[in-house]
């Protein structure tokens, strides 16, 4: 395979696997956000908890 061609194939790889992950992302923003507003107290507070640790994570990680 030439060159350019393995270089343009990189790319669309590249860019398929950012779409990928970008749909991931998405899906699981969505099902967090059904999540915390059931109507079900069991999985909206499981949802705030997991919201609240990520968070956390988050701010323990940019902290330093």
């Given at each position: 395979m030439p060159e350019d061609q393995v270089g343009k194939l990189?790319?669309?790889e590249n860019t398929v696997s950012a779409m990928a992950a970008a749909a991931a992302e998405q899906q699981?923003?969505?099902l967090l956000l059904g999540n915390l507003l059931s109507p079900d107290n069991v999985v909206r507070k499981q949802a705030?908890?997991?919201l609240f640790e990520k968070f956390e994570n988050c701010?323990?990680?940019h902290k330093y």
């Open positions: 990189e790319a669309t699981q923003f969505y705030e908890t997991d701010v323990a990680l």
